[in-house]
């Protein structure tokens, strides 16, 4: 067996994907909602200076087994690839590439990928991933590959989401073969679980890498199967079949092991006895791998991890060692002490979220920087899912039906309970980590169940509106029958309600379009009055049946307006700033002008049409190649980040309320997206530039997802040589929109006030609308 093969049997596939990849700097969210990983089983989801914590420590174990070098060389060598000299690396997945993309120019591209991923594995050092982030090229080959196979975005983090579901696949499988890997010679079952995982997360439609690779798959005749040993040759080309390659991922996966690996021991025999178990990504290393051995105390000796107190001593200390290929992978100063009494064992009890808190706060005091930041971070997040439970209210008993129509007041006390336990919560937070409660977004959920009427009113008397207000509530979400919708309080919902829901079948224009939702009629009355308009939009989730549709181009329809949403888990969650009836249809919007950009733009303006967020211009034209003004940009904006607020005013003396395009750039001035051109003028007719396009979409998002701009973007300016160009109160939003690939440069530059097209418009829109943040 080679030592390429041989390591994947030794370290139980813990390859090193799942080690050095670990450092991937990503927001302060879990790797699997960052990632959109919900649906690969992983265990923990660390954050982003826990990441760092770790590849530091992968690094700190690598400069320990002394073979620090050989990865060194090895990037090297990967970092001297070209593509004039060493393209045929990629050619056992460039065999499938369809003859109409299959060029030398989109070949370089999946070269400087796959060149990148290379380089990405190899990395145990932060400054190494973040020039590889940082890569101009890079990041426009992989905004170009996006392009040509119709995906919403491919970035480094879709590189790392990819490798990190394969290598979590694999190692699942491993649990279950690790008898037969064992005996395994030929290396051929490690490399098939390899490849099997690969294949498994080819059906995982949620990873862009994934959609890139089955769309070379759809366009050809290849199998999951083909591409899967495709894929795997093409990375073994770039990095284990050079000169380096075998010695830099023994001694990786090795630093990998020492660092990640997990030690338990049980006690028996009065204390005399500690035997040991190290697990790594939860799987046991099975002793017959390890070497262990026991230095100090001639009392303590070690035999396939059972550390022995001789019958002779009544303690002893010992520093017990095991290596894996020679290299130590755990080492621990073990005390034994012989003990005759039989100590009481008391069951651990759970902690309460306030002593959790109480725990966080000594941290948190003690901490600085980034630490400081992590730690409040958890303490956010603990209260936060704590909450979540504390605020669920069970109104399935209190529904009546009378004549067809359901109706509930939810209990006063079960509201009053609520917000007393959760404040509670908020207070221990807020001891904690003084400030980090405004992070904090409480909504308390009504549960109405499975309700047999389409007519359902819910009411809530106005004391518990007051009390829900004054302890900081966002609002009362009300669900039932797969329907939902929050109504947030405090503006226009500041007294007793009643939220009236009806749903019907489509009637009207929406009958003759592809409907794929009942017709839902909404009314809401506050204090006795009743309300359709708001200015924070009430939040519906209006379910829908997806069978022989395009997901992507359903949409919230009122019968003249098409307003978007976002499609997810059965549902169609959109805000409406107000009320009217409104039913989900497949919107087909076709321009007859869009060919000569439908290769890389062409989905793109298709969706954001089928949304409404995008329109023609004139007789079935869209003119991608017409310049984008400041006013279309306001629409495309708003409408497609869900923005619209019919209340929303404006000051510009040049946007008068009859204009098509006052209440977008009214909502976008509100949510601060746009500023004037001066202080009175917004110039609406003038083209947009692509800075000030960047910097509305950073806002856009702020305002829409709560992202904001970081340091950390600004590194992503440095690829781009006229980044002294970009206007400084700019230059925040340009590097966060171009740190996550929403708007790119080109040839090393940004072009800051260059301007976009109507079809780069879209492709940018689009972007933005599918951000995860």
Known sequence: MTVRKKLVVTTIAASLVAGSLAGLPLSNKGLAQQLGLSNIAAAATPTEDQFMGRIDAIHDALLLGEDAQSVRDLRTQIGA?????????????????????????????????FQALGSIMYSTRNEEITAIRSDADLQAALVQLATITGTTKLTVNDLLAFVDAVETAAVESVQTNLGDLLDDESGSLAIALIKAGVNKVLDNNTLEVSKVLNWFK????????????????????????????EAATKALVVAFVRAETVNSFTTTDSGRTHTYTLTLKGITIPNALLT????????????????TLASTATTGTAVIQAKLQGKVIFEKSDTLTYSTGSPIVLPPTTPTIEQVLNDLKGKIAAATGAEKDKLIQEAIDKAAAAIAELAKIDAKGDVKIVDGKATVTVSAAAIDKAIAEIAKVIAALKD???????????????????????????????????????AGVYGFNFGFNGFSATLPIGAEINDAFTFNVKNNAPAGPAASLKAVSDAYDFALAVGGKEVHEFSNPIEVNIPVNTTGVDKDLLTVFDGTTYYGGVYHDGVITEKRDHFSTYVVVENKVAFKDTSKVKAWAGRQIEVMAAKGAIQGR?????????????????????????????????GFSDVNAADWFAPFVAAASEAGIIKGR?????????????????????RGLEAAKGVKPSAADLKALDAFKDAGTISTSLKDGVAFAANNGLVVGDKGKFNPNATATRAQAAVIIYRAFNFKG
């Open 81 to 113: 690839l070209t593509f004039a000299a060493d393209n045929d690396a990629i050619d056992p997945l460039w065999a499938y590439v369809p003859a109409p993309v299959k060029n030398d120019t989109n070949k370089e591209l999946l070269f400087d990928t």
């Open 218 to 245: 759809d366009e050809t005749d290849a199998t999951k199967e083909e591409f899967a040993d495709g894929l795997t040759a093409t990375l073994e080309n770039v990095t284990t079949e050079l000169p380096a390659g």
């Open 292 to 307: 262990w051995s026991a230095s100090g105390d001639v009392n303590v000796e070690v035999v396939a991890g059972k550390v």
């Open 432 to 470: 904690a980590a003084p400030g980090a409660e405004a992070a904090l977004k409480v909504v308390l959920t009504i549960d109405l169940g499975t309700v047999n009427a389409k007519d359902v009113s819910v009411a809530v008397i106005g004391d518990s509106v007051k009390k829900a207000s004054a």
């Open 618 to 650: 004139a007789n079935g034209a869209f003119v991608p190649n017409g310049e984008v003004t400041r006013a279309e940009f306001a629409k495309m904006l708003v409408r497609a980040l869900d923005l619209d607020n019919v209340l929303a005013k404006e």
């Open 678 to 698: 001066t202080a009175t003028s917004f110039e609406p007719n003038a083209t947009i530039t692509r800075a000030e396009m960047a910097v509305m979409v950073a």
